[in-house]
T-cell receptor, first 115, second 114 residues
């Protein structure tokens, strides 16, 4: 089974801090994604990457950046955390291909609270 | 602009009965649709998908129906079981290029009571 591991389950940070959320997948997937999930808003795409060192903005990239130095690792960076970035963050990966692009494998999520 | 809509935030069904979860979309370019299931404190897991060239796809107790003219899809669960209680997300994508991104609905919480 594919495993997508997010480094922290719960995280509490202060406003203005720089925050790193780490994600590692073990199935050699080309595509990796960062979503946030908020009550009443569903899942919204922040950034994604389809190859090492490649990144693309999703629907809500403002206030975030990403890094993909290795194929298996995709990091989400909050440059200066704000209270409106309190959310559940979900990392996902998928295998490139017409039948597999959309079949995302998600990690368990990181609940981030910014105080 | 919400391109994928799940208008029912919640649904309650008795064990053994049919659960029908609905999803509407506005983008006519969407050509691949998926359902994901999410339990509390876990990430979503892929459940079933359908391509726009089909109108039905079945996998065990789960069937997805697609009505392209109405831009509507539905997920049927028969028979429903208490373990099906979860949040269900409808998702859609455009094309089958080297990579594609999903647009998710807001989710419907299904509660199956014994």
């Amino acid at each position: 089974d594919v495993k997508v591991t997010q480094s922290s389950r719960y995280l509490v940070k202060r406003t203005g801090e720089k925050v790193f959320l780490e994600c590692v997948q073990d199935m050699d997937h080309e595509n990796m994604f960062w979503y946030r999930q908020d009550p009443g808003l569903g899942l919204r795409l922040i950034y994604f990457s389809y190859d090492v060192k490649m990144k693309e903005k999703g629907d809500i990239p403002e206030g975030y950046s990403v890094s993909r130095e290795k194929k298996e690792r995709f990091s989400l960076i909050l440059e200066s955390a704000s209270t409106n970035q309190t959310s559940m963050y979900l990392c996902a990966s998928s295998l490139r291909g017409p039948a597999t692009n959309e079949k995302l494998f998600f990690g368990s999520g990181t609940q981030l609270s910014v105080l | 602009d919400q391109q994928v809509k799940q208008n029912s935030p919640s649904l309650s069904v008795q064990e053994g009965r049919i659960s029908i979860l609905n999803c509407d979309y506005t983008n006519s370019m969407f050509d691949y649709f998926l359902w994901y299931k999410k339990y509390p404190a876990e990430g979503p897991t892929f459940l079933i998908s359908i391509s726009s060239i089909k109108d039905k796809n079945e996998d065990g107790r789960f069937t997805v129906f697609l009505n392209k003219s109405a831009k509507h899809l539905s997920l049927h669960i028969v028979p429903s079981q208490p373990g099906d209680s979860a949040v269900y997300f409808c998702a859609a994508s455009v094309g089958n290029s080297g990579y594609s991104t999903l647009t998710f609905g807001k989710g419907t919480m299904l509660l199956v009571s014994p």
